[in-house]
C-alpha cells in the first residue's frame, strides 16, 4: 500500500497549523462517507482517548535531602508507604499501595478510602502531603528520622511512571453466584445482575492501531493532562492472542508502559478511587495520536464500537480459579446501549472506563496539535506485535 | 398526602417508640423505607409519612420537640458532578434509577427526586462523588 505522509511531513504541517486532525470518533462518519482512500488522503492524524482505572500506576519521587542527609529506608507519604529500596532519596510510590494502618478487607467489603492513588492526586492538585521517613544511619547519610510536610513543587524530579496502561480491550464482568462480589471490575451483584466493562472502544488508543504500527517506544502523548511517552510495552503485554479479521483483539491483548513528568499534569486526570472490597487505583487519562502514514492506518482507526467484541466472564469460578472459560462475546456497541444478552438473560451493563472522558481527551489532543503545540514522535523501536510469538504466562506454584 | 422524610434520633431518644405514637396519636401511617437504629447510638430512619396536612404537621412538632432532625428526603443526598468521572459504576448500583446514563452520550446524571436514600452509591462510586448531608451534619 503506498505512502501517504511521513512524520516529518506531518510534524510540518503541525508547526504551520495546518495539519487536519480529527478524532478516532469522527473519522468513523469521514470514512462512511467518503471512503478510506480518499479519507486517507485528507486526514493527518487521528486522536484517540481512554479515561479508565489502571491499577500498575505510580510515580518516581527525588525528595531532595534534608540537612544532616538522610538515606531513606522507610518513607510514608500521608502515611502511604513509598518504596526505597533505591539511591538514598528516591522513592517510588504505587497506586494501590495502601496505609499500613488501614484493616483493608478486615471488614468487609473494606471501603479503601485513601492510598497511592490520592497521594498522587493531592501532590498533583498542589496540595501539601505529610512526609515521614526512617533510616539506620550511615558515616555518609547521618539522619535516621524525618517528619516533614511537602508539594509536589517542592520536589526535585516527580514522573509518573505506569508499569501497564491502556489495556487493548479488556474482559466483561460478570457474577453467576448468588453472592455479591467485590472486585477490580467494580460491584458485581448475584445472578448475573450486572455486566461491567472497561474500554473506551473506539475511541480506545490500541483499538486504533491494533498491530502497533504507529504506537511504539518513544511515542509522545497525553498523559494525565500533560505530555508523557510510552517507555516500553506495558506487563502482560499478549499480542498473540485470536483477533477479528481486522486484526483487532478479541481478548485483553497489548498494554503500554507510559512515562511523563508529573509536575505537568492535572488533578483532573490522574485521581485516585477506591473500588469497594478490592482497593485503591488510579484513574488515568491517556490519548495517543495516530498519524495517517497510508490508508491501512487509517483503516486501522475507523474501528467502530459494533466491529469490536469483547469476551464475558464470570468473576465467582472462572476468573479467579482461572479456568479460561468465557459465557460468549458481545460488541462494545451493545455494552454502550446498556444492556447485553448472557445465558439468554438481559444484563444491565456499566462502563467504569468514562466514554465523555474518553472523548474529552481525544478533543484536547487534536486541539494541541492543531494549535501547533504537540508534533508527533516515530516510534524509536516496535513492540511486539501479533507476529511476535510473545504470549502471557502463569506461574507455575512449585 | 404523602412525604419521604429522613428522621435523625438522638442517642438520648433513640429507644422512645416514635413510630408507635405517630400512628396512636397522630393518626399518621408510617412506612419504612430505610432504618439504622442501635441501642444508645445516634440512629437515623428514612420513612414516608402518609396524613392530612394537619396531621402531619403535629406529628412533625411532636418530633421535633423530642429531639428528633426531621430532614426532607429531596437534597438528602447529593452527587458532586465536579467529582464524579462519568464511569458509570453507580447506575447498575441504584435501585431507583436516581444515578442514570444518558444514553448515547454515556453520560451520568442525577435526578434527587428518585432518591430513595439507600446509600448504596456511597460506597460504591469509586470517586466518593455522592455524598449524604445527613451523615455530614445538618
Ligand atoms: S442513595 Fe440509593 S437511590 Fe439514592 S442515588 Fe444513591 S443508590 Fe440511588
Ligand atoms: S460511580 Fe461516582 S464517579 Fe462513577 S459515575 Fe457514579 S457518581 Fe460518578
Redesign the interface.
Known sequence: MGKLRSYAEINEKISKGQAVVVTAEEIIAMVAEHGPEETAKRVDVVTTGT???MCSSGAFFNLGHPKPRMKMSKVWLNRVNAYAGLAAVDVFLGATEIPDTDPANQNF?G?F?YGGAHVIEDLVAGKEVRLEAESYGTDCYPRQKLETTIRLSDINEAYLFNPRNCYQNYNVAVNLSDRTLYTYM??L?PNL??A?YSSAGQLSPLMNDPDYRTIGIGTRLFLGGGVGYVAWYGTQHSPCGPRDERGVPRTPAGTLALIGDLKQMQAKWL?G????GYGV?L?VGVGIPIPILDVETLIGTAVRDEDIVAPVVDYSEDYPQATGRTLGEVTYAEL???KITVLDREV??????????AREIAETLKMWIQKGQFTLTEPVARIPASDSGVRLKSLAVK | MKRKLVLRFPAAVVEYPFIYTLAKEYNIVANILKADINPRKEGRMVVELSADEKSYQRGVDFLQSRGVIVLPLEQQIVWVEDRCTQCGACTVICPSGALWMQRPEMTVAFDGEKCVVCEHCLKACPARAVEARYLSGV
Open positions: 479515561f479508565g482505572p467489603p471501603a478510602n467494580g460491584i451483584k445482575c450486572n461491567n485521581r478511587v477506591s473500588y469497594l487505583t484513574q454502550k446501549s446498556g444491565r451493563t456499566a462502563p467504569l472506563s468514562s466514554y465523555p472522558k
